[in-house]
């Protein structure tokens, strides 16, 4: 079974759509809580008994209609209570992955006691070698299923993220090696400093460069040398996710900053790591935290998720966030207040009739509805794939198209790019200014460990068959591809230089008044 593929700043499925992780967080094995309250809850004046653990969520999971699950685990701590059962997280892998749904398996929650704060060492507990190890094996038990991605820790970093950049990196690389040396390409979420909120600050400002872990190392972890072996050689590591959790350093509701304002906080982060040509994602949000008010930072992520189309996972689904917040109304489980995921009625897909509505309180379940519903009708349905399995050892180029194509359309789409040579030495614009077929940031259609352009080529004009996720075939600021207002392809033009397009051996594949239907 074909993998995820991480391509710049964009997730691709196995099928080769676009990928938007979204769901929730889920409380696993040696958490210290379970997932769900145990017991019968009464909804519209009927009863539901239900269970602890995962697999006994996932009905409930599935009516939320959601692509991604975050276990939060601590495997290596045994002196949290909660569910202790050591075969755990192989039944939440399998439940979560049978269906289809991706098991985001978090294995270091905790460190020296803490949710949040430290930076994995030799004198950690757990320790830096401790968490690599069981990261390893959970990579050999499940480098065959896909749905599988691993998350070494939850949240690193305390109060000083400038003076710990380079622990962070250390940190990073030498749990992604373990991960990769074992033969798994799945994608791997590294989370950024501060608490893994990356904000620095509790205001609207900027976050500074200097403070910012993946801003300021992050694409270190994509290629690197053996951290405890200064004499390897460098080594390039793919499909590597970054994560930030989105609290009161994004939105912080009883100060004075507005909500646009830290919308655009948000907004201004995550261009500069797209810049960098790297995938983020929001790991957690939608609660309040520390008994801070946070609805300005849960906003914020869901405009902002849209914008940027990047993933989102709701913290958390079990549901004990307190009076006037949450998924729900508050209902009583256990003698236990309870707004979870798993008392939301009905659970045949339809919108539920108990979700706590918009004006109704904070990280609310109507807007969380209503997020997840957007997705259905916005993702790209299609995709052009170029020599084979995209990223690993071909020709990995995506093209992200916001509607299904005809087949008709699809096979003229690749006959046209197929049959693209290199231009002449003698063309006039270096490649060093242009990007075509884009990899990973690094190089340009890369098959088998070859260059078939190399940094020194030349390129006819402009930037050809761009892939930025958004827009498809840009030439020098043009759309070779456009797109209607609603982002469907409406028709193919190809331009250049306003006469012909795609010039191949001085013969032209695409006369301008060709139209693809």
């Not at 995820?4 to 676009?18: H, L, T, Y």
């Not at 261009?271 to 609805?295: C, K, M, Q, W, Y």
């Not at 009739?353 to 790209?380: A, I």
């Not at 699809?410 to 990899?439: G, H, N, W």
Request: hydrophobic fraction near 35%; charged fraction near 20%.
């Amino acid at each position: 079974m074909s993998g995820f593929n991480i391509v710049g700043k964009r997730i691709f499925a196995p099928d080769g759509s676009e990928f938007i992780p979204r769901g929730f967080n889920f409380l696993g094995y040696r958490y210290g809580k379970t997932n769900q309250r145990a017991g019968t809850v009464w909804i519209n004046g009927q009863p539901r008994v239900i269970g602890p653990y995962i697999e006994d969520s996932m009905v409930y999971a599935e009516a939320w209609g959601v692509n991604t699950i975050r276990v939060c685990c601590n495997p290596l701590n045994t002196t949290l209570g909660g569910d202790t059962r050591a075969e755990s997280i192989a039944n939440a892998v399998e439940e979560i992955t049978s269906r289809g749904i991706v098991c985001m398996l978090e294995y270091c929650h905790h460190v020296n006691g803490q949710a949040a704060g430290y930076i994995l060492s030799s004198t950690t507990n757990p320790s830096l070698q401790q968490v690599a190890d069981i990261g390893a094996e959970y990579a050999e038990l499940y480098k065959d299923n896909p749905y599988v991605w691993l998350e070494p820790i939850n949240e690193p970093g305390n109060m000083n993220p400038a003076s710990q950049l380079d622990s962070w990196a250390r940190m990073y690389q030498v749990l992604i090696k373990a991960i990769r040396d074992t033969g798994k390409t799945n994608p791997i979420v590294c989370n950024g400093l501060f608490f893994g909120q990356e904000g620095v600050s509790y205001n609207a400002n900027p976050v500074p460069t200097g403070s910012s872990a993946i801003l300021s190392r992050g694409r270190s972890l994509l290629s690197f040398r053996d951290p405890n072996n200064p004499y390897a050689p460098i080594a390039n590591y793919n499909n590597i996710l970054f994560g930030i959790h989105v609290y009161e350093t994004w939105g912080l509701d009883t100060d004075s900053y507005t909500q646009e304002q830290y919308t655009e906080k948000l907004r201004n982060y995550i261009n500069r790591v797209h810049e960098l040509d790297l995938a983020i994602f929001l790991g957690e949000f939608g609660s309040d935290n520390n008994l801070n008010p946070t609805e300005k930072a849960t906003q914020a992520s869901y405009a902002i998720s849209r914008e940027k189309r990047i993933g989102a996972l709701y913290w958390d689904y079990h549901g004990d966030t307190g009076a006037g917040r949450g998924l729900t109304p508050t209902y009583v489980i256990d003698n236990k207040n309870i707004q979870g995921g798993y008392t939301i009625t009905p659970l045949d897909g339809t919108k539920p009739t108990n979700l706590r509505p918009s004006n109704g309180g904070r990280h609310n379940g109507e807007d969380f509805w209503n997020w997840l519903r957007y997705w259905d009708n916005t993702l790209y349905k299609s995709t052009l794939k170029i020599g084979g399995v995209n990223y690993f050892g071909k020709i990995h180029t995506v093209l992200g198209l916001s509607k299904a194509l005809s087949d008709t359309t699809i096979r003229k789409l690749s006959d046209f790019i197929y049959k693209i040579q290199l231009p002449s030495d003698s063309s006039p614009y270096p490649i060093s200014e242009y990007f075509v077929l884009r990899e990973d940031g690094g190089y340009l259609l890369r098959e088998d460990g070859t260059y078939l352009l190399t940094e020194d080529s030349e390129i006819i004009y402009g930037s050809l068959l761009r892939e930025d996720g958004d827009f498809i075939l840009r030439e020098d600021g043009t759309y070779l591809l456009r797109e209607d207002n609603i982002n469907t392809i409406n028709l193919g033009i190809l331009r250049e230089d306003n006469t012909f397009l795609l010039r191949e051996d001085n013969s032209f594949i695409l006369r301008e008044d060709t139209v693809i239907n």
